[in-house]
């Protein structure tokens, strides 16, 4: 094992391609009953005082599993000395042939695992399983990093999940009542045995929770805690080297600057535990909180890489990043991810191209160039855009002046000019290439990009839907059916899938960027860019309505992502923002 410490922006992790054992994992209906209902007893027996004698709970030891050298298949051996054949062994979750899955790359859509014909409607079982488990101090931005990760690894077709103790912790304190706890900083003693002993039943029932949901087919759980104690983590740990079909993978988020710390602690204080309290009474509790957590935490190190673990430090958002042990391909997917994004104000803006000769026609595909309307359309795009430019420059100036009054280090003048660098991106085809040609090269960034090419449709190109219909029926419904997984036929034919993972380095560019930019692209990548950006839900992305002539407007915020919608009005030759804009929360 290395440790591996890469800055901000580095390169790509390589990840192992040493090949892991599986041992059986039997399948199981998820709980029917809340596991949390059975601690609520002794939430309302606890006394929450610090001086608490009570012994501290004590886990049944696990006995971890060695890995073992699994030889190659050797053929079935038949009993030739009577009449009927021996049995075949059975293929069960700790067979050979099961183990040797793990270390593939696995892609949903694009990668697809050859399986005998009896296990043929078993592929989603045989992925390898990836469980995240978070570490670090409250208001330390793990929330944040968790809702990115689910949703970065949701848009690539992984069944994400996370798994929340406080939710957890909340519901068994107030039984069905979800509108808040009645735990203080007390109950965050490390001193108080009590609580803490129901504080690691919680985390344990939580991970049956995901064990539970990864045997019914899901593919990354998210096991949503601070876990800032060392016994806590190889309390975990034990558990799942019982389940060595997961890989695992943890990830301490750090934070020391005072600005990003003192709004995160103010976001804390808007969370069920706090609701309805008053302000400064809150404040003062979390304060105490939080001091209870810090005498007892315990960050990565050496002692944690003696159990062979592999982990990712993320410091101040990714200004900093130690990855150690990086095994998997989607544990380095999660790591590289992790890299690049950042909290920078920007607006990101997408429109699809204007109005296209075979849009008149009805016709997909081809590289038609722009009607009289379309050419109408790029123009005050560009007029628009400028004037965007110009109001949310002065906003951040006006911001930025007030952080400056308060940090000497803060400066305004190289702040604004690194925003006022603006990227605009289309795909290489001449309709979206036209809709940009009234924005200037000096003052943008102009870049042309195969990535984001239209979906191509093979046989299809350069038909209507009318036409796609009556020469190819079967392939008509097939892709009514499930438009998803559907890959148009004939050479470079694409699916959605497939057009996923082209825009999977675009989207890690974009996390990236600090800059505003604009994207002029098409109507497949344009749903594929909101669905990420807004976490659509992937059944419903495909279906998606992104009409012509339609921009939107994406700010990241730490909070969600705010999303709005403005329509061109041909008779006014403007735009017009839509009075309701979506927020992903």
């Keep these: 094992m290395q440790s591996v410490q890469q ?59 060695s890995p073992v050298a699994i030889p190659s298949l050797a053929p079935i051996p038949i009993a030739f000395a009577t009449s009927v054949p021996a049995p075949q062994p059975e293929r069960t979750w700790d067979s050979p042939f099961r183990r040797r899955s793990l270390c593939s790359i696995d892609q949903p859509g694009v990668v697809r695992s050859r399986l005998p014909q009896e ?67 007390a109950f965050f003693d490390s001193t108080n045995a009590t609580a803490k002993s129901i504080r690691d039943d919680l985390a344990m029932e939580s991970l049956e929770e995901l064990i539970a949901w990864l045997k019914q087919g899901g593919r990354v759980g998210i096991h949503d805690a601070t876990n ?15 389940e060595p079909n997961c890989r695992v993978l943890f990830i301490e988020s750090i934070c020391t600057d005072p600005v990003v710390l003192a709004q995160n602690i103010t976001m804390k204080l808007m969370s069920p535990d706090y609701k309805g309290m008053d302000e400064t009474q809150a404040r003062e509790d979390f304060r105490k909180r939080l001091e209870n957590y810090e005498s007892a935490y315990q960050t990565l190190g050496e002692e944690d890489e003696d159990e062979g673990i592999q982990y990712c430090k993320l410091i101040n958002v990714g200004k900093k990043v130690i990855a150690y042990n990086t095994q998997g391909y989607l544990a380095g997917q999660c790591i590289f991810y992790l890299m690049n994004f950042n909290l920078s ?77 603006v990227a605009v991106w289309t795909s ?49 419904q097939a892709r009514k059916i499930n438009k998803l997984f559907y890959r148009y036929p004939g050479m470079g034919g694409e699916s959605y899938l497939d057009v996923i993972q082209r825009l999977n380095p675009l989207i890690i560019e974009l996390e990236r960027m600090s800059s505003d930019m604009v994207i002029v692209t098409h109507r497949v990548v344009l749903r594929i860019l909101l669905g990420y950006m807004m976490d659509i839900d992937r059944a419903k992305m495909p279906e998606m309505e992104v009409p012509l002539h339609t921009l939107y407007c994406v700010e990241p915020k730490p909070h969600g992502t705010v999303v709005k919608r403005y329509r061109w009005v041909e008779e006014q030759d403007w735009f017009v923002e839509d009075q309701q804009p979506e927020m992903d929360k």
């Design 7 to 65: 800055q901000h922006r580095g390169s790509p992790l390589p990840s192992s391609s040493s090949r892991m054992t599986t041992l059986h994992i039997t399948k199981s209906p998820l709980p029917t009953s809340s596991p949390a209902s059975a601690l609520s007893a002794k939430f309302r027996t606890l006394a929450l005082t610090p001086s608490s004698a009570d012994a501290v709970h004590a886990s049944a030891p696990v006995v971890p599993v």
């Design 228 to 242: 800032s104690s060392r016994e806590r983590r190889k309390m975990l740990l034990n558990r799942l080297k019982s």
């Design 345 to 421: 104000p920007r607006c990101i803006w997408l429109t699809r191209h204007g109005e296209s000769l075979d849009n008149k026609l009805g016709k997909i595909g081809g590289d038609a160039p722009l009607s009289a309307r379309g050419k109408k359309y790029g123009a005050c795009l560009a007029r628009f855009i400028k004037q965007q430019r110009i109001e949310q420059d002065e906003i951040r100036r006006c911001a930025a002046e007030q952080r400056e009054a308060g940090s000497s280090s803060f400066s305004t003048s190289s702040s604004l000019q690194r925003e006022r660098t």
């Design 119 to 185: 296990l043929e409607n078993s592929q989603h079982e045989f992925g390898s399983k990836l469980v995240v488990i978070m570490v670090g101090l409250p208001a330390r931005g793990k929330s944040f990093i968790v809702k990115k990760i689910q949703r970065y690894l949701t848009w690539l077709q992984y069944d994400t999940r996370v798994f929340n103790v406080g939710n957890l912790r909340r519901i068994a304190s107030k039984g069905d009542n979800n509108n808040g706890t009645t735990h203080s900083h």
């Design 428 to 476: 290489m085809l001449r309709r979206t290439k036209e809709t940009v040609e009234e924005f200037d090269p000096i003052e943008y960034d102009i870049k042309e990009m195969r990535l984001l090419n239209e979906i191509y449709a093979g046989i299809c190109e350069e038909l209507t839907y009318a036409q796609i219909q009556e020469r190819y029926p079967e392939e008509f």
